[in-house]
């Protein structure tokens, strides 16, 4: 677009009178309003140290499954090590690293596969590649874990990673490999948790590791700023629920092994919240008024506010709690998507 004459020398006119205006108000920028703590936001993220009787082991099909350093942890061994899933957080390395050996009776990590880029997954990458493993990861989540990012779902700055923490094997798509004579598939799941998430599946042992768009103790919140949107996150739910049987054993990225069938009910909650987000969006609602509308809020118009409000008496609500941030922040995601700013 070329700007005419006209409109530059209206635009400058604004200018000259706002210039005064601008100098008047600049020094109250100086003082951060009262009461917040920026600290918060340019500190390092450290994580939360968990102690050793904190992260619990189970056998799952033949998987070993570590919980309690950030999110699941899956773990198979083999004569060149330990093929791992994910890796908690930096903070409790150490200590999931003894229980991982401990377990498998391996002594380095062969293979790491991380689902996404956060802190909560990330966390062996630096271990992995001191051991010389293969890290396999999306495009997106090695490009993230190079880089200072910050996330609306972490407090501080994360990363960059050190160069041998960084995943080595990359894919766009989906891949397979062969570890210790079993197959193991991961696929990229589109704008789903965040802009580079992986599921990873054993199809010998009807086992999926979900990745960050699949939860089961609390809900299952997008990173929106980077990457992570309601739209991706259906479509990549109803890839799941392809893929899965109603008896496949689901690993979220938090809380308990699911089942198939629990994930397809969980795909058909979303994708009614999806619907109900476009009949709030075209109504002027904002994120909080869609959480506070789902918790029973009523909104007086000029036209009365009809739609659907799937969570009132769910019971997913006594399983995941206050589904506030998950609403705000999925809506927040459509938002972005559709609004043509
Ligand atoms: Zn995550």
Not at 26 to 48: E, H, M, N, R
Not at 150 to 158: E, K
Not at 165 to 190: I, M, S, W
Not at 263 to 270: A, N
């Amino acid at each position: 677009m070329t700007l005419s004459r006209r409109h530059f020398l209206s635009g400058s006119a604004q200018l000259t009178f706002a210039a005064p205006l601008l100098a008047a108000t600049a020094p109250l920028l100086d003082a951060p309003p009262a009461g917040i703590d920026y600290s918060q936001i340019t500190k390092p993220f450290v994580g939360k140290k968990v102690s050793a009787k904190d992260i619990t082991q189970q056998d799952i099909g033949g998987l070993a499954l570590f919980a309690g350093s950030g999110c699941n942890v899956v773990g198979l061994q083999s004569p060149q090590g330990a093929l791992l899933i994910d890796g908690g957080q930096a903070v409790n390395a150490a200590l999931l690293l003894q229980a991982v050996h401990a377990r498998l009776g391996t002594r380095r990590i062969g293979a790491l596969i991380n689902t996404h880029w956060h802190p909560d997954q990330t966390g062996l990458n630096e271990s992995a590649g001191k051991d010389g493993a293969t890290i396999i990861s999306h495009e997106v989540t090695k490009l993230a874990v190079g880089r200072k990012l910050r996330s609306p779902l972490f407090d501080g700055t994360i990363g960059p990673l050190p160069q041998t923490a960084r995943p080595t094997k990359t894919t766009y798509d989906a891949g397979e490999f062969d570890f210790a004579g079993e197959q193991v598939q991961y696929r990229h799941l589109p704008g789903a948790h965040t802009g580079g998430d992986l599921y990873v599946y054993f199809p010998k042992r009807n086992v999926l590791v979900a990745g960050g768009l699949v939860t089961s103790d609390r809900w299952p919140v997008m990173d929106y700023l980077n990457g992570g949107f309601m739209h991706g996150f259906v479509r990549s739910y109803d890839m799941l629920s392809e893929l899965v049987k109603p008896d496949t054993r689901v690993i979220p990225a938090n809380g308990p092994v699911m089942t198939g069938a629990e994930l397809v009910k969980m795909k058909d909650l979303y994708w009614q919240l999806f619907k109900q987000f476009f009949v709030l969006f075209n109504k002027g609602f904002g994120p909080v008024d869609v959480a506070q509308f789902n918790a029973g809020k009523e909104f007086k118009g000029v036209v009365p506010v009809v739609a659907e409000r799937p969570l009132l008496g769910n019971p997913l609500l006594q399983q995941l709690g206050d589904p506030s941030q998950f609403l705000e922040f999925a809506f927040r995601s459509t938002q972005l998507a559709t609004l043509p700013f």
